[in-house]
């Protein structure tokens, strides 16, 4: 698999639509979009469209054919998603991914000077904000219908021009040497205010689900409040900041940080390799300090290859892709029919923030409000 240009740094839901013969007669499976064969890949049609069953998520096996490059500007980093690309190419002999691996907001720059001239397919994020910014902007292709049904609108655009693909929280990472869960807040604020936190609390404040976060904190309390929280949180809490989610968790599990703020499922990967590690997870008590946020895919208007990128999202949506952010990443799925297997708590145990994830799109005013009250790395 090939890097383009650029290196790394550093609650219902719908039911995912497969097919039986019986249901499409002479169309072809859930997914197998016509003119691959030939090469071809029209731009203003998805291709047939096959009927629902009363089924939950499909099998790949169930899905057409990958065949052809397909160029994916990736803000997910190479160790969270790369395996799932190999696993994907290693099905398809002439099927190849090219992804483009940087952060999040670097990506969103680029898509946003690049317009439908970008050589991208598709856009891979960490965080469903850059997603909403990107529909905002018109540069993300509605959906076809069946990918748009196959996740519930909770973790979706409504509108069909982006979908989540696997789900995370956010959390209270915390050493169980030096707390317990019963100690913690359930109130996301008094983590900038409470002493016993001073010297010993961290954030990332580089993560796309953090200026989620931030842009959910501003939605609901109001951007002075967030100022004061982001101020407290560096001039008196005097957080450690982190650029890597994975050494952020790492450093709690070892002792060096006591309390992080952070993504459940990089506590989780922790726990799961090792069930004696001294880290476990808090949540907040439905509060932006508990914001559920989705990694999500969009395929760009100026995509050469719509249709393939189409087919791809649907093997992400499908059984084993949805099993792998489950048992590789501890992510949560999105669709029906799997469930999350794992050492953190389900999502039916917590008291997420209900929030529109299409509300998080202002990521610039976000990252502008860190970098002026001094939370940047």
Not at 325 to 330: I, K, R
Request: hydrophobic share 35%; glycine share 8%.
């Amino acid at each position: 698999m090939q890097q383009r240009h650029r290196d790394q740094t550093g609650v219902g839901r719908r039911q995912f639509l497969g097919t039986t013969a019986a249901s499409v007669g002479t169309l072809a499976i859930a997914g197998c979009l016509g003119g691959f064969g030939s090469g071809e890949d029209p731009f203003d049609d998805y291709g047939p469209q096959a009927a629902p069953v009363e089924s939950s998520a499909v099998s790949w096996d169930d899905l057409g054919d990958l065949e052809g490059e397909l160029t994916i500007y990736s803000a997910r980093t190479a160790d969270q998603i790369n395996p799932l690309f190999e696993e994907i190419e290693a099905e398809y002999d002439d099927f190849e991914i090219r992804p483009d691996y940087d952060d999040e907001g670097d990506q969103l720059a680029s898509l946003l000077e690049e317009g439908e001239n970008s050589p991208a397919d598709l856009f891979y994020t960490q965080s469903s904000g850059e997603l909403a910014r990107l529909k905002d902007e018109a540069l993300a292709r509605e959906l076809p219908e069946d990918v748009i049904d196959a996740v519930d609108d909770n973790y979706s655009d409504s509108d069909g021009h982006w979908t989540g693909t696997s789900g995370r929280v956010r959390a209270i990472q915390y050493n169980t040497d030096e707390f317990s869960a019963e100690e913690l807040p359930d109130d996301i604020f008094e983590y900038a205010t409470d002493d016993r936190f001073q010297d010993v609390i961290s954030t990332r404040p580089n993560s796309g689900t953090f200026r989620s976060f931030i842009v959910a904190m501003i939605d609901e309390e109001g951007e002075d409040t967030t100022r004061e929280w982001v101020s407290n949180m560096v001039n008196e809490q005097n957080a450690t900041l982190y650029s890597s989610g994975s050494a952020q968790a790492e450093a709690v599990a070892n002792g060096e940080q006591e309390i992080a703020l952070g993504n459940q499922y990089y506590a989780g990967r922790i726990v799961g390799n090792d069930p004696d590690a001294p880290l476990d997870v808090a949540f907040t008590n439905n509060d932006p300090g508990c914001l559920f946020n989705v990694s999500g895919i969009a395929i760009l208007e100026g995509a050469d290859k719509p249709n393939l990128a189409a087919e791809f999202t649907r093997h992400v949506l499908a059984r084993q892709g949805q099993e792998f952010f489950v048992d590789t990443n501890g992510e949560y799925p999105v669709v029906d029919g799997v469930d999350y297997v794992g050492s953190l708590p389900a999502l039916d145990e917590i008291n997420p923030l209900e929030f529109d994830l299409n509300k998080l799109s202002n990521v610039e005013h976000a990252q502008d409000l860190l970098r002026e009250e001094g939370m940047t790395v």
